[in-house]
């Protein structure tokens, strides 16, 4: 749903293109041609607290120095676009500063914790903007609807959200202290997204800042427009794999149908009926359902929409009748409603 290939997946998400490709290119850079340059990178805590290498924190807490760890933010950045697209990128680049700083405060108080439960001592920590990809988690798990795609052996469920759940599971267990920079990454996701102490308006991008940015590299890292073309997302299986295939067949015809019915309703001016548009392929008893026309008569009764997935498409930004209308098209597949109503 949230995942799809080619260059035009970063459309309207400069700066997660920025942060793909600036860091991942240093992080490649270092590892294969500028070993020597390493240490300056390196998240050493005990130069920062006691020689005072303050410049540490923004070096240490930005690149990473592990190609692993490289390629699974890199992935999980990609994913976190979408809230890029829903709130624009200032208010994105404001979560990242609050929960940046904050996971780096966070970072210390719970090594020194640790040091003061558990007796051991901890002199560095991984590198990489790894603190802020975590804190994003939160708004995923909190706003991001769960559409169940399949079952594996009749009781797991896989859904929308399970792969970049295990892309988060994959970058928490490659490294040993890494468990610090996730704890304390959801930490200050939770505190700015919950408005704990009023902290979204203190760290925040002035809006001068933002439009400087936005003069300046916007135009670099902007992606085209995406086209009319078949963008499948990652299955995790064949079977995942064809499921998105027949969604993305199923959302081709019905906006095809809706474009069909605005062309039809031009001089009208009325709503379209949405219970007309074609159901889905797999709904389908034979192979020429296109070419039948049912009569009146078989026309079925308008599908009952759950109100929890009203509210939920209310919660993106939607409103009531358009979130209604979609449901009722795409028989109450949030999903499938979800990706229309965000391309119209």
């Known amino acids: 749903m949230f995942t799809s290939t080619g260059s035009n997946g970063l459309y ?38 006691e020689d005072f290498q303050i410049w540490r924190i923004v070096c240490g807490r930005t690149v990473c120095l592990d190609l692993k760890d490289t390629f699974c933010s890199s992935l999980l950045i990609y994913n976190f676009r979408i809230f890029e697209r829903r709130y624009g990128s200032r208010k994105f680049s404001s979560f990242l500063l609050g929960a940046w700083v904050l996971s780096a405060l966070f970072d210390l108080l719970l090594v020194e914790l640790a040091q003061y439960i558990f007796g051991f001592t901890i002199n560095s920590l991984p590198s990489g903007f790894l603190g802020p990809v975590f804190a994003l988690f939160v708004p995923f798990y909190c706003s991001i609807p769960r559409v169940q795609v399949t079952q594996v052996l009749g009781h797991f469920s896989i859904t929308n959200k399970t792969l970049v759940y295990i892309l988060g599971l994959q970058l928490l267990t490659s490294g040993s202290y890494i468990w610090i920079l996730a704890l304390s990454g959801l930490i200050s996701g939770i505190c700015y997204n919950s408005s704990i102490l009023k902290v979204h308006q ?45 969604e993305l067949l199923d959302r081709q015809i019905m906006m095809s149908q809706v474009a069909q019915m605005r062309r039809q309703r031009q001089q009208q001016g009325g709503m379209i009926n949405w219970n007309r548009l074609f159901p889905p392929l797999r709904h389908r008893h034979n192979a020429n359902y296109q070419d039948h026309r049912p009569s009146d008569q078989e026309t079925p009764p308008p599908t009952e929409v759950s109100e929890e997935q009203v509210a939920r498409l209310m919660e993106m930004g939607f409103s009531r009748g358009d979130a209604l209308e979609a449901l009722r098209a795409s028989n109450n597949d949030l999903n499938v409603a979800t990706n229309f109503l965000l391309q119209h």
């Open 202 to 246: 203190i760290l925040c991008v002035p809006s001068w800042v933002a439009k400087i940015f936005s003069w300046t590299l916007e135009p670099i890292f902007s992606s085209a427009e995406p086209t009319n073309e078949i963008r499948v997302g990652m299955g995790a299986t064949v079977d995942i794999q064809r499921q998105q295939r027949m």
């Open 12 to 49: 309207k998400a400069p700066l997660s293109k920025s942060l793909l490709l600036i860091p991942s290119a240093i992080s490649i850079l270092l590892t294969l041609l500028f070993q020597h340059y390493q240490k300056f990178f390196a998240y050493n805590l005990q130069a920062i607290k």
